[in-house]
């Protein structure tokens, strides 16, 4: 017998995504630095970006990356 | 706290605008700065804005969406200010009293003696000083003629771009070699070697003795070993020197820069920050004063936070690891720590030949920086090292199991 399942509605969590401007990104790898769980320049020198969605707990840390890219390529859409 | 001054709206002081506003700040924010511009970015002027492949319009500071409510003061000076009573007092526009002063007035470039009033002689540090140079170098009959004097990073870059632009450089350099007070001799002779690859005549060891002029503009730049150097044009670059002589009478203790406590205050209610700035930075138990653009955005926050935080503020220390880059031709140079001439050096990995590598710089048994020539992603995991703290042999341990 299946259980009756009371669906629960999706909580509707819009989250903060990370965008970069690749024309802009010059790969000095100081998004990396400061979110390496976001950021990533691998050895092919092109910038990875690990996870789009930004954790509440990390905004001031995604934020630190935006301010501190000295290409000014990252930015945060909401 | 309802009203707080920001003098310099560059780097440093713009950033500073926007961590005040983040940190919840609601009250009036005065942004003074002496130029007709709003904010802008440095870094290109010698790079893609000089190249002319980036306009001027792309290097602004604001973005969209960044909607501070500043008061701008912007074609306006500061003149004089008294740190007890928080007061400004402005070249065009009265008196002014804050609850809270940020110092983020930078640095302008010292200038080659003897070359007043001759034309053609550049300096570099403004958007127009960019745009003008830029003009010299690319207009008249045939290649243009560039003598650069100083081989630091901002006239390499020159030389660099230059180049690229088909001009016919020579860098003049007093010093035996580029960089010499700044890096120990393996690197700085590296970054000489990136000039010569690319057909630069690089003459070390050479002072400028004096130059001729042709109907007032410059023709030739004499040397202390008594050659010549026929020129359409020379660029100096010879170092910075901080804004502070309206500073003077202020109450604050200037020495080569403003003089701050390990959180960046400079007096009660008054913090400063970026290139004029000098503090003692804990890490490397050592008083320094940084040029660089990653220090300006830092400590501009820092400072924000530190004046806002009054009495509550003084566990806030500053303790950055540097971080510069530059870029010459389709190399990328970083340097992060604080590194001196006389530090030892230790390639960990690609080589010097190829002009592509890491080395790891070490003193006193520790780890004090890491310098890269197209190794961004490894130079800045070495950042996070030097954050960390490590001895000069676990660098030297961790660097050979290829990490
Ligand atoms: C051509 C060039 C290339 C560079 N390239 C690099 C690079 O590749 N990498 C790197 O790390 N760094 C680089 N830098 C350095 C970097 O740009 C600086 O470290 C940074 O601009 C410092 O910012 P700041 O806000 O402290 O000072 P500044 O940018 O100097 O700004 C200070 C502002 O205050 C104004 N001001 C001064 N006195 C007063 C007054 N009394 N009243 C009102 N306004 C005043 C000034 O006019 C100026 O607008 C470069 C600099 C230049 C010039
Ligand atoms: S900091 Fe900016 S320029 Fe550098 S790799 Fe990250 S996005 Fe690219």
């Known amino acids: 017998m299946m259980a009756n399942v009371t669906s629960v509605p999706t909580q509707e969590t819009v989250m903060a995504k990370i965008a970069v401007n690749f024309d802009l990104c010059e790969s000095n790898a100081v998004c990396m630095q400061v979110a390496p769980k976001y950021f990533e320049v691998r050895d092919d020198d092109f910038l990875y970006i690990l996870q789009e969605e930004i954790d509440e707990a990390d905004a001031a840390t995604v934020q630190e990356a935006v301010d501190r890219c000295p290409k000014q390529a990252i930015s945060i859409e909401p | 706290m309802r009203y707080i001054a920001i003098v310099g709206a560059s780097l440093a002081g713009y950033r500073a605008a926007q961590t005040l506003r983040r940190e919840g700040f609601d009250g009036t924010i005065t942004l003074i700065g002496d130029e007709r511009r709003r904010p802008y970015d440095r870094p290109p002027l010698s790079k893609k804005v000089l190249a002319g492949e980036a306009e001027p319009e792309s290097i602004v500071l604001e973005r969209s969406g960044d909607d501070l409510g500043i008061e701008w003061r912007l074609d306006e000076r500061a003149v004089s200010f008294d740190a007890s009573g928080l007061a400004l007092s402005l070249e065009r526009g009265g008196e002014l009293e804050a609850d809270g002063v940020i110092l983020a007035c930078g640095a302008r470039p010292r200038p080659l003696p003897g070359t007043d009033g001759i034309l053609g002689v550049h300096l570099l540090r403004t958007l127009d000083d960019s745009l003008a140079l830029r003009e010299a170098l690319t207009t008249g009959v045939g290649p243009r003629r560039l003598v650069v004097v100083g081989a630091g990073f901002i006239g390499a870059e020159v030389a660099a771009t230059a180049r690229g632009l088909g001009c016919e450089v020579t860098v003049v350099e007093a010093l035996d070699r580029p960089l010499a007070r700044v890096l120990p001799p393996v690197l700085g002779q590296v970054c000489a070697d ?26 030739a730049v004499r040397l202390s070993d008594g050659s010549s150097v026929e020129a359409d044009l020379v660029a100096v670059g010879i170092g910075v020197v901080p804004n502070t002589e309206w500073l003077d009478g202020s109450g604050l203790t200037i020495d080569n820069g403003v003089v701050c406590d390990e ?28 040029e660089h653009w990653d220090n300006a955005v830092s400590m501009g926050q820092h400072a924000a936070r530190r004046l806002l935080a009054g009495d509550g503020g003084v566990d806030l220390v500053y303790e950055p690891v540097p971080y510069f880059w530059s870029d010459q031709y389709d190399r990328k140079i970083q340097l992060v720590g604080r590194v001196g001439p006389d530090d030892q050096v230790q390639v960990i990995d690609g080589s010097i030949a190829d002009r592509r590598f890491v080395a790891l ?13 197209n190794r961004p992603p490894a130079v800045q995991r070495w950042r996070t090292r030097l954050e960390e703290g490590m001895s000069w042999d676990d660098a030297l341990a961790l660097a050979s199991e290829g990490s």
């Open chain 2, 194 to 219: 990136v000039h010569t690859d690319q057909g630069v005549d690089l003459r070390l060891g050479a002072g400028v003795d004096g130059f001729d002029t042709d109907d007032g503009s410059i023709s």
């Open chain 2, 361 to 373: 710089i070490g003193r006193d048994g520790q780890l004090v920086g890491a310098f890269g020539m």
């Open chain 2, 263 to 290: 959180t960046t205050l400079a007096a009660p209610g008054v913090v400063a920050a970026g290139d004029v700035a000098r503090w003692p930075n804990r890490r490397f138990g050592e008083s320094m004063r940084v």
